[in-house]
């Protein structure tokens, strides 16, 4: 029954494609808008509480663990009382807390309250990909989820133009208060967009209904091999963009802050190679769709090294697109190998994503102090080379007929 309806699912051209896809493209920009536009004035908490890059981070980083650790949850629910009632509870909740969250009156503080977006936020990813694994039709599913992802970059974007832009004429408070703003007018429009589910169906909820299916998908390699390849490829990502201002705040750049800001719009390459790694994964296979992605990216790592600023850019530009391109394909690919409950599939897939981006994002402060951007590098190339690796492995165990 559930395979028949998938057949029925949305096509793109649909007026139901493009409402789908439109309001996963704006729920993407709630989700990144709050939780990355902190990343913009990471030197500026550094400045003004005295402490190390590496602290600091853990004002992003507080926000991804706590979101890992909710998405399992979070999906759970979501099989129980729906897809789209669980995303608008979640996006709502987030965006009122954000509006709180710039007045905390020390880092501590600070930290500790950037956990509870992560939690509110979780109902969002975690629920995502399974609504539109259910609800497009599955030879258009890998566009769909470009889309997605597309919106993911474009609110990875926003949230820290906004807040660097505002930094020039405002503190770090009120750079957070206008991200927050942000993020609530794309809650809005995602709510008002999100059609009704039409193929979803209600399943079990329990402690060991829900050990059960997370166990029979760890059971399975070629899953348990992306799961892998979201937990490297996150963790170098927000490993770079963690430290990249402090790099070009400092010599010999001296860039000011919206300047340095300004490269975030790096992310547009990863908007345009996201969309585009869909239809490349339906069309040349996504096993070589998210090598070629890798490759690219860890190209783009090795051109930031010299201390040369166009050099530099370019590096990001093709670093950023290729672990965007290699994200939306790993994601999607997640979606067809889960065959049923997709949601918790789907959740264990962006629990490793985000542990990745907390832990491995965090340890780059460390790599970074010791050794400045150079060591950075080398520990996101390392990152990059198991990410290679496992996705060899995963190629082979998924075999040709899915990837």
Known sequence: MQQLQHAAGYRRGDRGYRRITAALFAAGMTTFVA???AQAVLPSLAAEFSISPAVSALSVSATTGLLALA?????????????????TISAVSSACI????????????LVLLRALPG??????????????AEEVHRAHLGAAMGRYIAGTTIGGLAGRLVASFS??????????????LVALGFTVVFVRLAPPSRHFEVQPVGLRTTSRVLAAHLRTPALLGLFATAFVLMGGFVSVYNMLGFRLLAEPFALSEAAAG???LM?????????????????????RTLVTAELVSAAGLLLTLPDNLPLLLVGVLLFTAGFFAAHATASGWVGLLARRHRAEASALYLFAYYVGSSVLGACAGVAYAAGGWNAAVGYVGVLLALGLLVAALVARLAGRAVG
């Open 167 to 180: 930094l020039d004429v405002t503190t770090w408070r009120w750079a957070l208060e206008i991200a927050a």
């Open 262 to 264: 300004s490269v975030f």
């Open 71 to 87: 998405i399992i949850p979070a999906s759970a629910l979501s099989e129980r009382f729906g897809r789209t009632r669980v995303m």
């Open 119 to 132: 939690v509110a936020l979780a109902g969002v990813p975690a629920t995502a990909m399974a609504y539109l």
């Open 98 to 109: 954000g509006l709180i969250l710039p007045w905390c009156p020390s880092m501590v503080v």
């Open 267 to 287: 992310y547009l390459s990863g908007t345009v190679s996201s969309a585009l790694a869909g239809r490349l994964a339906e069309r040349f296979g996504r096993s």
């Open 35 to 37: 939780m990355y536009c």
